[in-house]
């Protein structure tokens, strides 16, 4: 994921300690039930899209517009499927961040999936039976996105 310019500046005075972020992720289904995921350019690993909103921005539209950056897709945003807070996480130059994820389900209602930046080595649709390796991240919030009952998280993964 691209570090936004806004916490650039947040780092020349706070250097590497812990920033509290929030993030969003994107469970993207299209009219088949298959789900969007990329394979990312930073650690090669198959996710699903994500980023951090920028100051002021919705949740919801930062869901809307990573996907659409990221993918080339165009998606409304339905509902929320949890708000988690995460693990800290330490970047290899040293930079300490914390996130608030809001997962949404989202519904593709036009484009067609291509590698549209930098941060994708790859994009496609998926169908559950025939996903390529994920995270528990992945792999948990796409089957809460599928279901309508609440789960409970531990506070921290």
């Known amino acids: 994921m691209a570090t936004p310019e806004f916490i650039r500046t947040l780092r020349v005075s706070a250097g590497h300690q812990l920033l509290w972020l929030p993030g969003v992720t ?12 990329n394979r990312r350019s930073d650690n090669g690993q198959w996710s699903l899209i994500g ?3 920028d100051p002021g921005e919705q949740p919801a539209a930062c869901a809307v517009r990573e996907v659409q950056e990221e993918t080339a897709i165009r998606c409304v945003a ?23 994820d809001i997962t949404f389900r989202c519904r593709a209602v036009g484009g067609e999936a291509r590698v549209n ?12 039976d025939a996903l390529p390796d ?9 089957k809460q996105a599928m279901s309508d009952a609440p789960t409970w998280f531990d506070p921290i993964v």
């Open 51 to 53: 980023g951090i909103p």
């Open 26 to 37: 994107a469970v993207v289904f299209d009219d088949e039930g298959r789900v969007l995921l």
């Open 134 to 142: 994920l995270s528990e991240f992945a792999l948990s919030r796409i």
């Open 117 to 128: 930046d930098d941060e994708s080595l790859e994009v496609g649709w998926y169908s559950l």
């Open 78 to 100: 339905e509902r929320v499927v949890l708000v988690q807070a995460l693990a800290p996480v330490r970047y290899d130059n040293g930079d300490v961040c914390q996130y608030m």
